[in-house]
């Protein structure tokens, strides 16, 4: 039985019993009870305990009771749709369902102190319940477990009965950006006929309401502002909140073609754009809205990732300062699951951004779902109870009541540093664009919306009846703006071509977009010697003063072993060339599952204390200022993550930052992040980014899912300089790659494919000299060779070099070059054709993969590299990356050797006879010979 139905069935005698208990001990009495308690003056007689003025104990209790349930359900039965009935809900609110009567309307109860209204009749109650609870905003809040804010929300909402009034230069000033948001739309519709544009029309109170978010922000210290959001409404917000000029948006609508500088670019409601803006207080505040793809809620992480460079590295880790906003559509936050994603990521040290705003444009139904086959929560919004945010359900026709949320909002963000939500009830004028017919699929709801009025037309009435204007005052606010319009309208050539503002361009000064020149030419990533001894004194040692787990001390005495014996292996090349950069004031990101420590138990970056769990960091103990070393253990989350740190590198080009996944193929999860950002980010925004991907990759019979990073994906979306593409078979060249991505003059994403069994492979190790010499090498040759003699040159990359080198040992096989491609794109052809020149009679180029023939590089390759006559060497054919079965891998994996090293039919088959036998033979013969046809 819950304490509801105990109030209703309890006798007075039971419920004094459990108020002795809670005077004894609040602790004992559950929170629900001890909110029913406190705030009461109790008489504390020997002969009784009721409150003072109480004359029955039961019914004052059962007001108590109704007093929660408002506070729980009141948000059930409010008026915030404006176009639709509401669902209806059980039990209802109505005093009879709480053992309340007619009969107690009119007595006075002290229960009214609860809502802070003093002594006060069940009448007077009532009303101040519904006026607070049941108008035109839904409050969700009651699940929130901190006491403090379960106080705080009640205390603002019912002081206030949910509503503010606003002077008349406010409510002037309100109509103005209603009107500016309800005439931009009107004059596209006319003046472009038929072109979408996805319309605002039908919530166009979202205008005044981010312009309130601003505003109330810049007076509690915000002073960035990052905006996410999808394509509806993006450009009415573009003209009235980042005040992109009319001029050019009408250019979006009417250009043909493209400024120079210009690749591919991509639809005007896509486009982003920021600005600084000088605020009444003189105060200079920073508002960008981030470009995004058609692929909803994709952009949140991203948003959230800037926000929290900006924190981290403008705003010296201060949440306060910057606030993220992100712009939902009621389908989609309750049909991505990124949404989630990123919800549990948000108080998370890594990756807490001190609250975010979100705003839901509720259209109350998807392209052409309805809200009901939507989704099976009660609420688009019902996501946010996960992290116990505050929800608030809005009539999108109260202008005032948004406002009021707005700024309760914020309020609420820069006090608790908390995720807030706040659900738009409102319509969608036309369909999904403007296009489309709606009435198909949702008849009675537009029947509905084509007699609603405009939120212009309705608040104006308002303000008429309220004496604040009168119709002439009104007619001329109007007709100004649509003045303004027409004008820039006119302003807009026939021939003028459609330019782009460069995204962020402030903090991408010194920064330039790659060039085929820039790419090739030659890095100096060499470091002193002095420098790497100190580091590796860091990152062999733990200290004596602190307990680690013994297998911690054993791995740091292997690794000593390896620096001693000038062997350095890929974990130690990794953590000197993020100690190098730290020396020179470039601070690191690295964030992915379990990249502490390494999927594979090989980086170490931090290590924990076996009695207190705390962690040592080595490379945190470099005494540099400006700098900050970060590797974090994200969530079980590709999508939001990689979103998250893409946000980041985007707003910090000055900091490696680094996701890293499990496996190499988990990046699956996070597909749409590499499609529409990774990729093609700088075709069509313009925006350059230096993120790097760290997919471990390669084939060690652990099944389809462990093997392969799926190399081909990104090699078929490279193009124009987009990526890097890169598998580094050596620390030391590890090492030269990562300096490389931050030493260059410009930022492209970094793909790189990396080892899990070479981690402590015993052949892939650097001496130290190749760490203080040389730089990244796009292309290794083969040191063993007699190239005068060699008749067939191999071609590899990765860990299939290892297990070609071996057998090439074996037989001493100094006819045959192994060739390593460690960089796949852009692709080295000039390297490539130099080699080739140094083995003048090779008979034979081979390209080996482990992957199969229809995935890997060789797809790649074979239209790459059109100068090479290949023969490859792969796996058969597959829609499955590799074999469930170890044995059948070991079984496929050395045929794939035996074929690099087949011996021909001749009288040596049974031996290695080094070609000998096929001198002055034509290709076709030797193909046959050798059984490759």
């Given at each position: 039985?819950?304490?509801?139905?105990?109030?209703?069935?309890?006798?007075?005698?039971?419920?004094?019993?459990?108020?002795?208990?809670?005077?004894?001990?609040?602790?004992?009495?559950?929170?629900?009870?001890?909110?029913?308690?406190?705030?009461?003056?109790?008489?504390?007689?020997?002969?009784?305990?009721?409150?003072?003025?109480?004359?029955?104990?039961?019914?004052?209790?059962?007001?108590?009771?109704?007093?929660?349930?408002?506070?729980?359900?009141?948000?059930?039965?409010?008026?915030?749709?404006?176009?639709?009935?509401?669902?209806?809900?059980?039990?209802?609110?109505?005093?009879?369902?709480?053992?309340?009567?007619?009969?107690?309307?009119?007595?006075?109860?002290?229960?009214?102190?609860?809502?802070?209204?003093?002594?006060?009749?069940?009448?007077?109650?009532?009303?101040?319940?519904?006026?607070?609870?049941?108008?035109?905003?839904?409050?969700?809040?009651?699940?929130?477990?901190?006491?403090?804010?379960?106080?705080?929300?009640?205390?603002?909402?019912?002081?206030?009965?949910?509503?503010?009034?606003?002077?008349?230069?406010?409510?002037?000033?309100?109509?103005?950006?209603?009107?500016?948001?309800?005439?931009?739309?009107?004059?596209?519709?006319?003046?472009?006929?038929?072109?979408?544009?996805?319309?605002?029309?039908?919530?166009?109170?979202?205008?005044?309401?981010?312009?309130?978010?601003?505003?109330?922000?810049?007076?509690?210290?915000?002073?960035?502002?990052?905006?996410?959001?999808?394509?509806?409404?993006?450009?009415?917000?573009?003209?009235?909140?980042?005040?992109?000029?009319?001029?050019?948006?009408?250019?979006?609508?009417?250009?043909?073609?493209?400024?120079?500088?210009?690749?591919?670019?991509?639809?005007?409601?896509?486009?982003?754009?920021?600005?600084?803006?000088?605020?009444?207080?003189?105060?200079?505040?920073?508002?960008?809205?981030?470009?995004?793809?058609?692929?909803?809620?994709?952009?949140?992480?991203?948003?959230?990732?800037?926000?929290?460079?900006?924190?981290?590295?403008?705003?010296?880790?201060?949440?306060?300062?910057?606030?993220?906003?992100?712009?939902?559509?009621?389908?989609?936050?309750?049909?991505?699951?990124?949404?989630?994603?990123?919800?549990?990521?948000?108080?998370?040290?890594?990756?807490?951004?001190?609250?975010?705003?979100?705003?839901?444009?509720?259209?109350?139904?998807?392209?052409?779902?309805?809200?009901?086959?939507?989704?099976?929560?009660?609420?688009?919004?019902?996501?946010?109870?996960?992290?116990?945010?505050?929800?608030?359900?809005?009539?999108?026709?109260?202008?005032?009541?948004?406002?009021?949320?707005?700024?309760?909002?914020?309020?609420?963000?820069?006090?608790?540093?908390?995720?807030?939500?706040?659900?738009?009830?409102?319509?969608?004028?036309?369909?999904?664009?403007?296009?489309?017919?709606?009435?198909?699929?949702?008849?009675?709801?537009?029947?509905?919306?084509?007699?609603?009025?405009?939120?212009?037309?309705?608040?104006?009435?308002?303000?008429?009846?309220?004496?604040?204007?009168?119709?002439?005052?009104?007619?001329?606010?109007?007709?100004?703006?649509?003045?303004?319009?027409?004008?820039?309208?006119?302003?807009?050539?026939?021939?003028?071509?459609?330019?782009?503002?460069?995204?962020?361009?402030?903090?991408?000064?010194?920064?330039?977009?790659?060039?085929?020149?820039?790419?090739?030419?030659?890095?100096?990533?060499?470091?002193?010697?002095?420098?790497?001894?100190?580091?590796?004194?860091?990152?062999?040692?733990?200290?004596?003063?602190?307990?680690?787990?013994?297998?911690?001390?054993?791995?740091?005495?292997?690794?000593?072993?390896?620096?001693?014996?000038?062997?350095?292996?890929?974990?130690?090349?990794?953590?000197?060339?993020?100690?190098?950069?730290?020396?020179?004031?470039?601070?690191?990101?690295?964030?992915?599952?379990?990249?502490?420590?390494?999927?594979?138990?090989?980086?170490?970056?931090?290590?924990?204390?076996?009695?207190?769990?705390?962690?040592?960091?080595?490379?945190?103990?470099?005494?540099?200022?400006?700098?900050?070393?970060?590797?974090?253990?994200?969530?079980?989350?590709?999508?939001?993550?990689?979103?998250?740190?893409?946000?980041?590198?985007?707003?910090?080009?000055?900091?490696?930052?680094?996701?890293?996944?499990?496996?190499?193929?988990?990046?699956?999860?996070?597909?749409?992040?590499?499609?529409?950002?990774?990729?093609?980010?700088?075709?069509?925004?313009?925006?350059?980014?230096?993120?790097?991907?760290?997919?471990?990759?390669?084939?060690?019979?652990?099944?389809?899912?462990?093997?392969?990073?799926?190399?081909?994906?990104?090699?078929?979306?490279?193009?124009?300089?987009?990526?890097?593409?890169?598998?580094?078979?050596?620390?030391?060249?590890?090492?030269?790659?990562?300096?490389?991505?931050?030493?260059?003059?410009?930022?492209?994403?970094?793909?790189?494919?990396?080892?899990?069994?070479?981690?402590?492979?015993?052949?892939?190790?650097?001496?130290?000299?190749?760490?203080?010499?040389?730089?990244?090498?796009?292309?290794?040759?083969?040191?063993?060779?007699?190239?005068?003699?060699?008749?067939?040159?191999?071609?590899?990359?990765?860990?299939?070099?290892?297990?070609?080198?071996?057998?090439?040992?074996?037989?001493?096989?100094?006819?045959?070059?192994?060739?390593?491609?460690?960089?796949?794109?852009?692709?080295?052809?000039?390297?490539?054709?130099?080699?080739?020149k140094k083995y003048p009679k090779a008979q034979l180029h081979i390209w080996v993969q482990e992957e199969p023939e229809n995935m890997g590089a060789w797809p790649f390759i074979k239209n790459e590299v059109t100068y090479?006559?290949?023969?490859?060497?792969?796996?058969?054919?597959?829609?499955?990356?590799?074999?469930?079965?170890?044995?059948?891998?070991?079984?496929?994996?050395?045929?794939?050797?035996?074929?690099?090293?087949?011996?021909?039919?001749?009288?040596?088959?049974?031996?290695?006879?080094?070609?000998?036998?096929?001198?002055?033979?034509?290709?076709?013969?030797?193909?046959?010979?050798?059984?490759?046809?």
């Amino acid at each position: 039985m819950d304490k509801h139905e105990y109030l209703n069935q309890a006798d007075s005698s039971a419920i004094e019993e459990l108020y002795k208990n809670y005077l004894l001990d609040p602790q004992s009495v559950d929170i629900s009870w001890r909110r029913f308690f406190e705030g009461f003056e109790f008489a504390r007689g020997t002969q009784s305990i009721l409150p003072a003025g109480f004359t029955d104990v039961d019914t004052e209790f059962r007001v108590l009771n109704l007093i929660d349930w408002y506070r729980k359900r009141g948000h059930l039965f409010t008026k915030t749709n404006p176009v639709r009935e509401r669902r209806k809900y059980f039990p209802t609110l109505d005093i009879e369902n709480y053992g309340l009567s007619e009969a107690d309307l009119n007595v006075e109860f002290q229960a009214g102190k609860q809502i802070g209204i003093g002594p006060a009749t069940l009448r007077e109650i009532i009303h101040h319940l519904q006026e607070t609870y049941c108008q035109s905003i839904g409050a969700e809040f009651m699940y929130i477990r901190k006491a403090v804010i379960l106080e705080w929300l009640q205390k603002k909402m019912e002081s206030t009965q949910n509503r503010v009034e606003f002077s008349r230069d406010e409510k002037i000033k309100i109509f103005k950006h209603i009107n500016s948001a309800v005439a931009f739309e009107k004059f596209i519709h006319k003046k472009f006929v038929g072109q979408k544009r996805f319309s605002l029309e039908g919530i166009e109170a979202l205008i005044p309401a981010l312009d309130q978010v601003i505003e109330k922000g810049s007076q509690l210290g915000i002073r960035e502002f990052t905006i996410g959001m999808a394509h509806r409404g993006r450009l009415n917000v573009l003209a009235n909140i980042m005040q992109k000029p009319f001029v050019d948006i009408f250019r979006e609508f009417k250009g043909t073609d493209y400024a120079e500088g210009v690749v591919l670019g991509d639809v005007k409601y896509h486009l982003g754009y920021d600005r600084e803006v000088t605020m009444e207080d003189d105060q200079t505040v920073r508002i960008e809205l981030l470009p995004n793809p058609s692929h909803l809620e994709t952009v949140g992480p991203l948003v959230c990732g800037m926000a929290r460079a900006r924190m981290d590295h403008v705003h010296q880790g201060s949440e306060s300062p910057v606030l993220p906003i992100i712009i939902h559509g009621d389908a989609a936050i309750a049909g991505q699951g990124v949404v989630y994603e990123l919800l549990q990521m948000s108080q998370l040290p890594g990756y807490r951004t001190g609250g975010t705003i979100h705003l839901v444009l509720n259209n109350q139904v998807g392209f052409t779902t309805n809200y009901l086959e939507a989704r099976s929560s009660t609420y688009c919004t019902d996501v946010a109870k996960v992290v116990k945010s505050p929800v608030f359900h809005v009539n999108g026709d109260d202008v005032e009541a948004l406002i009021y949320t707005i700024r309760l909002a914020v309020e609420f963000r820069q006090l608790f540093h908390q995720d807030v939500f706040i659900d738009i009830l409102g319509y969608r004028k036309y369909g999904h664009n403007e296009g489309d017919e709606p009435r198909f699929t949702q008849p009675l709801l537009y029947k509905a919306i084509e007699k609603h009025s405009d939120i212009r037309e309705i608040y104006a009435k308002r303000l008429i009846d309220e004496g604040v204007f009168d119709q002439t005052e009104k007619n001329q606010i109007i007709d100004e703006f649509e003045n303004q319009l027409e004008s820039c309208y006119n302003g807009v050539g026939p021939n003028d071509k459609i330019k782009i503002k460069p995204f962020l361009l402030d903090d991408w000064t010194g920064f330039m977009h790659s060039t085929a020149h820039e790419i090739a030419a030659p890095v100096n990533t060499r470091v002193d010697r002095s420098r790497l001894t100190k580091l590796l004194e860091l990152i062999t040692l733990l200290p004596t003063d602190r307990n680690f787990f013994q297998k911690a001390h054993k791995i740091i005495e292997n690794r000593k072993k390896l620096v001693d014996a000038d062997q350095l292996d890929w974990a130690t090349g990794e953590l000197l060339a993020y100690g190098s950069l730290l020396q020179e004031g470039i601070s690191i990101r690295l964030s992915g599952q379990d990249s502490e420590r390494g999927t594979f138990a090989h980086r170490h970056a931090a290590w924990v204390q076996e009695d207190s769990g705390e962690k040592y960091y080595p490379l945190k103990q470099l005494d540099q200022v400006d700098t900050s070393f970060t590797v974090l253990n994200s969530p079980l989350s590709e999508y939001a993550v990689l979103g998250f740190e893409y946000g980041y590198a985007l707003a910090r080009p000055q900091t490696l930052t680094i996701w890293e996944a499990q496996f190499g193929d988990f990046a699956n999860n996070a597909q749409v992040i590499i499609d529409q950002y990774l990729v093609s980010a700088e075709e069509k925004w313009g925006l350059q980014n230096g993120l790097v991907l760290l997919l471990p990759h390669g084939y060690e019979g652990q099944g389809p899912e462990h093997s392969s990073a799926r190399i081909e994906r990104f090699l078929t979306m490279a193009a124009n300089l987009n990526i890097n593409v890169v598998n580094p078979t050596t620390p030391a060249n590890f090492f030269h790659l990562l300096r490389r991505q931050m030493i260059r003059r410009f930022r492209v994403p970094l793909v790189t494919f990396s080892p899990k069994s070479l981690l402590r492979h015993p052949n892939c190790t650097s001496p130290l000299r190749d760490f203080e010499s040389g730089g990244f090498q796009e292309v290794i040759d083969d040191p063993n060779t007699d190239p005068d003699h060699v008749k067939r040159v191999v071609f590899c990359w990765g860990k299939m070099y290892y297990e070609l080198l071996k057998p090439k040992a074996e037989w001493n096989a100094r006819d045959i070059a192994l060739v390593r491609i460690e960089q796949m794109y852009p692709f080295p052809h000039e390297a490539v054709k130099t080699l080739l020149k140094k083995y003048p009679k090779a008979q034979l180029h081979i390209w080996v993969q482990e992957e199969p023939e229809n995935m890997g590089a060789w797809p790649f390759i074979k239209n790459e590299v059109t100068y090479v006559d290949w023969i490859p060497v792969c796996r058969k054919p597959s829609g499955s990356p590799a074999t469930g079965l170890n044995r059948i891998h070991q079984i496929t994996q050395q045929e794939l050797i035996d074929k690099v090293f087949r011996r021909c039919t001749c009288e040596l088959r049974n031996t290695y006879c080094g070609l000998q036998c096929v001198e002055g033979k034509s290709r076709i013969e030797i193909l046959r010979e050798f059984e490759y046809l």
